[in-house]
């Protein structure tokens, strides 16, 4: 009776942990992307520093370029859960894209870190794409609306 009760008992925390720990793990993996875009947001914004404009090329190898980053086939970066960094010059709503893969959470979809212009500078908001986003609940506290 007793090992009924321990098993039961066991059943019920697994039942529990095994999707928060998989919520923690995609939030994890968000995180690379928000963390390997920051040299591309410090870079966009001295750029607007110093040129009061952004970057307009439509070649993003030509806007890595002009800021002075590393560029391949992969954009800006990558990395185990991120497959392509890009920066895209819309002129009502310039962005830096991030696209994931990995679990089914995040596999093919897209963050949006949209430029905000606040007086001289650049702020930064944090946000899923609408066709493709990342599902909100597994946003960072820094991108939740």
Same mark, same amino acid.
């Given at each position: ?9 066991? !059943? ?18 968000? &995180?690379? !992307? ?7 947001k410090? #870079? ?6 110093? $040129? ?18 590393? $560029? !391949? ?14 920066? $895209?010059?819309d002129?009502? #709503? ?10 089914d #959470?995040?596999?093919?979809k897209?963050?949006?870190?949209? #430029?905000?212009?606040?007086?001289? &500078? ?8 609408? &066709?493709d ?8 506290? &820094?991108?939740k609306?």
């Amino acid at each position: 009776m007793e090992l009924m009760i321990a098993v039961a008992i066991i !059943g019920i925390l697994a039942a529990v942990a095994i999707p928060l720990y998989r919520d923690y793990t995609t939030r994890a993996e968000i &995180s690379e !992307g928000l963390a390997l875009v920051g040299p591309l947001k410090s #870079a966009v914004g001295e750029y607007y520093a110093i $040129h009061g404009d952004l970057p307009t090329e439509s070649n993003w190898y030509k806007v890595l370029e002009a800021l002075g980053m590393p $560029h !391949g086939n992969e954009g800006a970066a990558s990395g185990r859960y991120v497959t392509r960094i890009y920066w $895209h010059n819309d002129a009502d #709503a310039p962005a830096i894209y991030i696209r994931y893969q990995g679990n089914d #959470a995040i596999d093919g979809k897209k963050l949006a870190l949209m #430029a905000d212009f606040d007086g001289d &500078s650049l702020v930064w908001r944090c946000r899923p794409t609408e &066709s493709d986003g990342i599902d909100p609940r597994y946003l960072p506290a &820094s991108c939740k609306p």
